[in-house]
């Protein structure tokens, strides 16, 4: 029996608005359906597309395919008024899946699926747009379409080397849930109080306790999480130097990701990127120039404190942590091996990056409305990004989890 798609609980608005977004800078992974519809409408025909095929091998001995890309990182297929030529001449159930998913997204629960957007679209991460409601039964089609909706998936660990079932799994996931949506603190409090129980989490002695005790103790955990801010909010400490250079590493990481970032498969670009990783890690003089629109800065003003920013600079990246949480993706999709914990860590480590690179790209000026937008399509797209999602970066987060930072990254980067 298939189970239940249905959206979140909380609005969540989107239409297209041919803004081009998705079309720069995504790789386009195409299915064999794919391939044979696109073969069927004869693009290679096209004197344009004469010696430019409009799909190219993922490497030279391999079988998966995409679709290309130009010099400046756009689609074949994108049009200059931001709309797609696929989906202008056959329609857009012509498009490749993932072009007709984006900016959909499906997160297995343990018998119903979520239906939820990604917030790497302007568009959904601004809330501009009908209800996914509104659209649910076209969702509900493309899932039945390329997804197995019978067979409930296997919950994740609720913290490293301790798996238990979906009723725990749950109740984890709708505490932090809880802790993040609490709407009597300031977002930054929220994310420290659910760093301070994932830090409880782990540190308590598990193992032993039945289901029922587990799911009590993160009861009387969650309640006691806000006290275990101690004096962050009155010291603000920095983080600890080799906590600061994981974390930059990081950082650069997202800024690549960033819309309108080039890069080019060259030695020169190689070398560029290499001396550049070099400079994250020492951390001192100017930032290496990684992308068109970020403008001179040294690390030390990255550091500094952003001020007060207005409720239209940051609901975006609130709203983003909201959503996030009450879908469960951030544990649910994209990190197969990683527990929940250590999903709800990488989740957190968002807004210090969110708002270091807000720093950056503001260098030159104050913060604006429109800087946002497009750090929150960074920010989601680092969620799938196969980098950011393995057992490298899973490391990192584990020693930075080790050395204490998460917390203190959140309160010195939300100065």
Same mark, same amino acid.
């Given at each position: ?124 991460? &601004? $809330? ?7 659209? %649910?039964?076209? @969702?509900? +089609? /493309?899932? =039945? ?35 993040? &949506? $609490? ?7 929220? %994310?420290?109080? @659910?760093? +301070? /129980?994932? =830090? ?50 990081? +950082? ?164």
């Amino acid at each position: 029996m298939a189970s239940p798609i249905k959206p979140l609980p909380v609005i969540e608005r989107w239409d297209c608005h041919q803004c081009g977004a998705c079309c720069r800078g995504t790789m386009v992974p195409l299915s064999a359906d794919d391939l044979t519809h696109l073969k069927a409408q004869r693009w290679e025909e096209r004197p344009e597309f004469q010696g430019t095929p409009p799909v190219v091998r993922d490497s030279w001995f391999g079988h998966n395919y995409h679709l290309a890309q130009r010099d400046d990182g756009s689609c074949v297929f994108l049009m200059t008024d931001g709309s797609c030529r696929i989906h202008r001449e056959f329609g857009g159930d012509a498009k490749p899946f993932v072009c007709r998913m984006l900016p959909l997204q499906i997160v297995p629960r343990a018998n119903f699926f979520y239906v939820t957007l990604r917030r790497a679209c302007p568009s959904a991460a &601004t $809330d501009k747009g009908r209800t996914v409601g509104e659209q %649910l039964e076209a @969702a509900r +089609a /493309l899932v =039945r379409e390329n997804y197995r909706t019978d067979a409930a998936p296997r919950p994740p660990a609720i913290k490293p080397g301790e798996f238990r079932g979906w009723s725990v799994a749950r109740t984890l996931l709708q505490t932090f849930e809880r802790l993040l &949506t $609490d709407e009597r603190y300031p977002p930054i409090r929220r %994310l420290v109080h @659910a760093l +301070a /129980l994932a =830090r409880l989490v782990e540190a308590a002695r598990t193992k032993s306790l039945t289901d029922e005790q587990l799911q009590e103790l993160f009861a009387v955990l969650e309640r006691g999480a806000p006290d275990e801010t101690g004096d962050l909010f009155s010291n603000r400490p920095a983080p600890s130097r080799s906590g600061a250079v994981i974390f930059r590493q990081i +950082a650069a990481e997202f800024v690549r990701l960033h819309p309108r970032f080039q890069t080019r498969p060259s030695w020169g670009e190689r070398w560029q990127l290499m001396w550049a990783a070099w400079r994250f890690v020492r951390g001192g003089g100017k930032v290496p120039r990684m992308h068109p629109l970020y403008p001179e800065a040294t690390f030390e003003q990255l550091e500094q404190p952003l001020g007060a920013l207005g409720a239209d600079i940051m609901n975006p990246l609130t709203r983003m942590f909201e959503t996030t949480a009450v879908s469960g993706s951030y544990a649910l999709a994209n990190r197969g091996a990683w527990s929940i914990v250590e999903s709800l860590r990488m989740l957190a480590i968002l807004y210090p990056v969110g708002l270091w690179m807000l720093r950056w790209i503001s260098a030159d000026r104050t913060p604006q409305v429109a800087d946002m937008p497009e750090i929150i399509a960074a920010l989601d797209r680092g969620q799938g990004f196969a980098p950011l999602a393995g057992y490298k970066q899973r490391r990192r987060i584990q020693i930075l989890a080790q050395l204490g930072d998460f917390e203190r990254m959140v309160v010195w980067y939300g100065r």
